[in-house]
């Protein structure tokens, strides 16, 4: 992927956004959107929290 800088007015920003957006490939919109989300439990829950483990304790009947 090739790096690029553009300068642009503060007005033209959000023109500018969706403009990159919609001609970005769905892998790059994927990846920044898997980023953004790592970002965001990072922050909600201070780590990835991965799966929680569930234990069910179950009293049989001696027979």
Do not use: C
């Amino acid at each position: 992927m090739e790096k690029v800088i553009t300068i642009i007015k503060k007005s033209e920003q959000a023109k500018a956004d969706k403009e990159y957006w919609q001609n970005a490939s769905v892998e790059e919109r994927f990846e920044a959107f898997n980023i953004i989300l790592q970002n965001y439990i990072a922050l909600t829950y201070g780590t990835d929290p991965g799966f929680q483990r569930v234990i069910n304790i179950v009293k049989r009947e001696q027979s």
